[in-house]
Every structure is written in C-alpha cells, then in structure tokens.
C-alpha cells in the first residue's frame, strides 16, 4: 500500500458551534485549510496510485459544495433564515452539529464516494487548529 497526498487546498465557510464557549455559537467564518492524502495499490499499467490530476479535481468537485457557504447541521435547518442585500448559501451536513469535525468527516466521506479508496483529511479551522479523520467505506 501507498499513500499519496496533496495538500493546501482553501475553501472558506461560516458556521456556529454549541462548543464550550459561548462565542462560538455566534455564527462566524474560517478560511478552512485542507490536505489530503489516499491510499491504495500502485497500478502497474500506470505506475501511479492515482493521477495527482484526479485527486486534486476530486477535492475541488467536494470542497466546491463548502466554499463561501454557510454549514448548517440538518437538525438547525429548518429554523434558519437569513435575509439580506446578500447570496444566502447553505451547505447542510447530516450531523448534529456543524463543527470542524464534522466537516472534516463529511469531506472525507465524500471523497471515499468519489474515489473508492482510503481517504484521509487533516483540516484546519484558521491556521493552527486542525481534525484528522480517515474514510475507508
């Protein structure tokens, strides 16, 4: 087995958390740093794991989903308005709520969708806070 990864993709994204500080149920943004690696056989036809042209297409397609939204767990969604001179964009995750792992454990798993490998995510919440989770199916 081989790992290969790409990292430093961005996306940025509001959400609000019930977290131990009450600050952060406020509703506010991170630009959300992501790397990610998958692994599998090398394919002697092709001598890689996986184009990196691929994966890198793969990530974008599922972070895309993310990017200048707001996260919304499905528990909170029908109780949401936002109204205003602004786009109102939502991405709704099945979790009960919209925290970074959370997030990282729904990328991952859209990831394992696409590719149908092992799927591992490290992402950042600002620039030093991170969640590490791996998807195999």
């Known amino acids: 087995m081989m790992k290969i990864g790409i990292e430093g993709f961005t996306f940025d994204s509001a959400h609000y958390t019930g977290g131990s500080a009450s600050k952060c149920l406020n509703l506010h943004g991170h630009t959300f740093r992501l790397d990610v690696e998958v692994e ?6 092709t001598g890689m794991v996986i184009d990196f042209s691929l994966l890198k297409e793969a990530v974008k397609r599922v972070i895309a989903d993310y990017d200048h939204k707001v996260i919304l767990p499905k528990k909170d969604s029908e109780n949401i308005v936002l ?30 969708k696409i590719l149908k490998m092992k799927v591992r995510v490290k992402l950042y919440e600002g620039s030093r806070n991170y969640v590490i ?5």
């Open 40 to 45: 599998g056989e090398v394919n002697p036809k």
């Open 83 to 112: 109204s205003g001179p602004f786009n109102n964009q939502v991405k709704i995750i099945e979790y009960p709520e919209a925290t970074t792992e959370y997030i990282a454990l729904d990328i991952a798993k859209g990831l394992h």
């Open 133 to 137: 989770v791996e998807h195999q199916g």
